[in-house]
Structures are given as C-alpha cells and as structure tokens.
Nanobody, 125 residues
Framework: QLQLVESGGGLVQPGGSLRLSCAAS????????IAWFRQAPGKEREGVSC????????TYADSVKGRFTISRDNAKNTVYLQVNSLKPEDTGVYYC??????????????????WGQGTQVTVSS
C-alpha cells in the first residue's frame, strides 16, 4: 500500500514562495504518475500540476503556469512542487496523488488511486 505525506505548506505573503513535498512510503514512487491538486474553501478540488513516472513530462493548470514547478526525485521517493509568486487565490489545501495509470494530464480525480492528507497553503498579507 502506497502512503503519501505532504509537507511544506504555511502562511506566506503575496509574492512569496514555498516548496511543497510529497513523500511516499510503502512502495517505490517511480511506478506512479503523480499530481498535485488543491482545494479552496467552498470550491471543488482542482488539478494544479502532474508529472510522469520518469519526470520527463509535466503539465500545469493555466492558472499556475510560469509560477509553479513540479519535479520528482525517485531515489528519495519524493515529489516536489515549487510555488512562486503566490497570490491570495492560491490559498487552499494542497494534495498529492498517485496514479498506477502513470501520466494523467486530464487531472481526473477518479484516475488517482492514492492521496495524501494535504498541506495548507495560505497566501495573505
């Protein structure tokens, strides 16, 4: 059973940066495509970014292109999301998710088999 644990969230001012981490245990992460989702209060969960098993292919939601960068270190069983130039509308709980199907750029939540518990990101002055 794959387990995912997110970390790195926090309170940051507009324009600030954070590095979110998704650490896996139980199985090796390189078998899975990984995505980051976020959910703001009162809103549906939305896909932010995803990365292929090897890390060679990535996708970003239009709202975060040029500001967020997803990467993975399979040797460390960890996926990262570098979030820069944060805006108040980036506030939410950020979740990582793993799919046995590999790379799923459509961000269909039903395609992801394992989810972490989330880490809160709050962007406010």
């Amino acid at each position: 059973q794959l387990q995912l644990v997110e970390s790195g969230g926090g309170l940051v001012q507009p324009g600030g940066s954070l590095r979110l981490s998704c650490a896996a245990s139980g199985r090796t992460l390189d078998y899975y495509g990984i995505a980051w989702f976020r959910q703001a209060p009162g809103k549906e969960r939305e896909g932010v970014s995803c990365i292929s098993r090897s890390g060679g292919t990535t996708t970003y939601a239009d709202s975060v292109k040029g500001r967020f960068t997803i990467s993975r270190d399979n040797a460390k069983n960890t996926v990262y999301l570098q979030v820069n130039s944060l805006k108040p509308e980036d506030t939410g709980v950020y979740y990582c998710a793993a799919s046995v199907r590999g790379y799923v750029p459509s961000f269909r939540t039903e395609a992801y088999d394992y989810w972490g518990q989330g880490t809160q990101v709050t962007v406010s002055s």
